[in-house]
């Protein structure tokens, strides 16, 4: 078995310190990524030890051979599964893996433990099962990167936050993450049912021609042929956008709830291999992929917190080569909801109301008026093109329309090798353009609110797009202010 992370052993302790207090259904919460699995089959290990069986419970049939393959790697080899006509079914074995499904039509074998993954969905079979007399004492543990369900307390009794995504990430567990999100979606007059979006009438808005090309032509320009999930609204948002992909030339899969589990395999080895670049997804692929996915194109708004941090965690997981993963959303759930490593509850709802300090906690970025670069909020001047907001008549104006960058990061908070890589790239561009040697330093400056002096030595290299963009959107509005309502043709072939 793997060594088990700092995290994930002070998680085992913080659990068994929630049951040494009595509590004997608590959750655990792990971000997509941290290693749910391999904290399991520890977990399990150790139950094996003391002599017990153990069930392990997945939310669907295709996850169970997924998960078999993960214990086995981990060294649980004595694993039986619950699946009419599977190759594995054995129930003399202690440890049994099956979906809730599968448990509905047969009698449930003894256990001194059960594991719940994704235990944020909700099953009236599961909450039957836990309420059983001959049950009470075996403890039930959940798995969820989010369980923010509505009513969760009710089943659950206990939650155990083991980490979260922004810590995650400040480690190096997770990766990081860069968001860019054109002009919002108009969303008047979409209802909203079970507290999201009414799917046939977001459908409607989503799948319009203008808005489907915009995905597409988004991704050519910005995807930088990274291996992408795209996900829809509904099954005919989901073709629309393939067929525009393909249409495009980009090698372009599809996948839906209803797709057959040979053809859902298919995809995924096509994925994996770069025979396709893009997948659409719509009602899957939300939970249980593991795939190097490097950018998630973000077509289906939601106002769920924990389908979006689900969707956006499926590109979260590290990967030799991969310094980020590529946001970018078309929906409007970023300025809506908030960055994902910034969305994390304390407690299991109750079923009641949140209180309005609950509901406000996380500061949503707002977007600069002159480049339309999504900052944070009370931060004065943009990082990316330099403008100050002026109150009164004498505002600028705001141009719709553009691809904007989403940032959490206060520039004065960036690591001394992000300021190294940012000055090497200004003095690529200052040299190939001509530029005096003061140019780049003073545009460091501008940018981080700092002189270059601690990584003046560091070597020039390539500029990438978002800092194209922010010397692009300097020179707008240096324009503006000089009244000469034009700006230079700053674009990746001019370097």
């Not at 448990?103 to 309420?131: C, K, N, S, T």
């Not at 609204?233 to 599809?254: C, I, M, N």
Request: proline letters at 6%; hydrophobic letters at 35%; charged letters at 25%.
């Amino acid at each position: 078995m793997k060594t088990l992370r700092d995290y994930q052993l002070r998680g085992i302790e913080m659990l068994r310190d929630s049951l040494r207090r009595g509590k004997r259904r608590p959750v655990l919460q792990l971000p997509t990524g941290a290693g749910k699995t391999l904290l399991s089959a520890a977990l399990i290990d150790r139950a094996l030890a003391k002599g017990q069986r153990c069930i392990f419970t997945v939310p669907r049939i295709s996850l169970v051979d997924q998960t078999v393959d993960a214990f086995l790697r981990q060294g649980v080899s004595q694993v039986g599964v619950i699946q009419q006509a599977h190759e594995m079914t054995d129930r003399s074995r202690p440890v049994q893996v099956a979906s809730i499904d599968s448990l509905m039509r047969r009698d449930i074998p003894p256990a001194g433990l059960v594991i719940v993954d994704e235990a944020h969905l909700q099953r009236d079979f599961l909450y039957e099962w836990m309420r059983r007399s001959e049950w009470q004492r075996v403890p039930f543990i959940g798995l969820s990167a989010t369980p923010w369900t509505k009513g969760m307390a009710k089943h659950w009794d206990d939650l155990v936050v083991v980490s979260t995504t922004e810590k995650m990430i400040e480690a190096g567990y997770l990766s990081p993450f860069r968001a860019f999100a054109p002009s919002s979606p108009d969303l008047t007059g979409v209802g909203t049912e079970r507290g999201d979006y009414v799917v046939k009438q977001l459908s409607a808005v989503m799948d319009q021609p203008k808005l489907v090309a915009d995905v597409v032509t988004t991704w050519l320009e910005r995807g930088e042929d990274r291996p992408t999930l795209c996900f829809a609204v509904d099954r005919s948002h989901a073709k629309h956008l393939q067929q525009k992909f393909q249409a495009a030339g980009v090698p372009t899969g599809y996948v839906d709830a209803y797709s057959k589990p040979e053809d859902r395999a298919l995809l995924e080895k096509q994925f994996r291999s770069g025979e396709i670049r893009v997948a659409c997804s719509v009602g899957v692929l939300t939970t249980g992929v593991d795939w190097d996915v490097r950018c998630i194109s973000l077509a289906r708004p939601t106002k769920s917190e924990m389908l979006y941090v689900q969707m956006i965690g499926r590109g979260l997981r590290p990967a030799p080569g991969k310094d980020h993963l590529l946001l970018l959303d078309h929906s409007d759930s970023t300025l809506r909801l908030g960055f994902p490593d910034q969305i994390h509850h304390n407690a299991l709802d109750d079923g009641n109301p949140r209180n309005k300090a609950d509901k406000d906690r996380i500061a949503l970025p707002k977007p600069c008026p002159s480049c339309h670069y999504l900052k944070p909020p009370k931060m004065a001047v943009c990082p990316s093109c330099g403008f100050r907001a002026e109150h009164g008549p004498k505002a600028q104006e705001v141009q719709d329309g553009e691809l904007i960058e989403i940032t959490a990061k206060n520039p004065q908070a960036l690591t001394l090798a992000r300021k190294g890589e940012i000055y090497g790239q200004l003095k690529a561009v200052a040299r190939k353009r001509g530029y005096s040697s003061g140019w780049a330093s003073h545009k460091f400056r501008e940018m981080t609110g700092v002189w270059p002096n601690a990584v003046r030595d560091a070597p020039e290299r390539d500029p990438d797009q978002a800092l194209l963009n922010w010397i692009r959107g300097r020179q707008r509005a240096f324009a503006k202010l000089r009244g000469a309502g034009h700006t230079d043709n700053v674009n990746s072939a001019a370097v």
